[in-house]
């Protein structure tokens, strides 16, 4: 079994939409949660990043952590056609610089 | 100019040859990282390297090897290509030091391998 399961997709959806992205995982360690962007033929980019749990919010983009059911989520409102992109989840613990990323959610918004 | 460069951008060759891609990078950061990226399964680590004296095996590391040349160059080898080594591969850096993202990456533009 995999440490980060992500949500395959891929996902379509029109021009305004809510769009749910999401992860689970199973190591109780990991206290660092991130999201990335990535565009076509361009490396990933940090999109949210969120320590333990919680909500973050960045204008269009909310970021949920519940480490009691060790999953996490990525909230788009008002989606753009500008995000459609892979979205990858990303986890790591402590200061050991390593992540672990799920499987990646590419996202196709429509006008 | 990019933060972290990656050569060459594309390459194909044939089996059993040998390959190497470069990375440097302009960030400062002390920790590099090669991570191969196929369809479908996300980002795999295969090594990196918290320091020029550094150098860790990631989750797929067989049939890789890596140099640290420098704080700022860390380069992928293929001593002899697989077709099943067919991938993109990305070169990362990060920065561990006070007040920055604990595991936050920075990639370069990735180099595409088709071995065939």
């Known amino acids: 079994q995999k440490e980060v399961e992500q949500d395959p997709g891929p996902l379509s959806v029109p021009e305004g939409a809510i769009v749910s992205l999401n992860c689970t995982y199973s190591?109780?360690?990991?206290?660092?949660f991130m999201w990335y962007r990535q565009y076509s033929r361009k490396g990933p980019e940090l999109l949210m990043y969120?320590?333990?749990?919680g909500n973050k919010e960045d204008g269009r983009f909310t970021a949920q952590v519940d480490k009691s059911s060790k999953y996490i989520s990525l909230f788009i409102r008002d989606s753009q056609p500008s995000d459609s992109a892979t979205y990858l989840c990303a986890m790591s613990w402590g200061n050991a610089g390593k992540s672990t990323f799920g499987d990646g959610t590419t996202l196709t918004v429509k006008p | 100019d990019a933060d972290v460069t990656q050569t060459p951008r594309n390459r194909i060759t044939k089996t059993g040859k040998r390959i190497m891609l470069e990375c440097s990078q302009t960030k400062g950061h002390d920790r590099m990282y090669w991570y191969r990226q196929d369809p479908g399964l996300g980002l795999r680590l295969i090594y990196y390297s918290f320091d020029v004296k550094d150098i860790n095996k990631g989750e797929i590391s067989d049939g890789y090897s890596v140099s640290r040349q420098a704080q700022a160059k860390f380069s992928l080898s293929l001593e002899s290509a697989i077709p099943n080594q067919t991938a993109l591969y990305f070169c990362a850096t990060s920065d561990h030091r006070p007040g920055r993202i604990s595991g936050e990456l920075f990639f370069g533009e990735g180099s595409r391998l088709t071995v065939l």
């Open positions: 190591n109780s360690a990991f206290q660092y």
């Open positions: 969120t320590y333990s749990s």
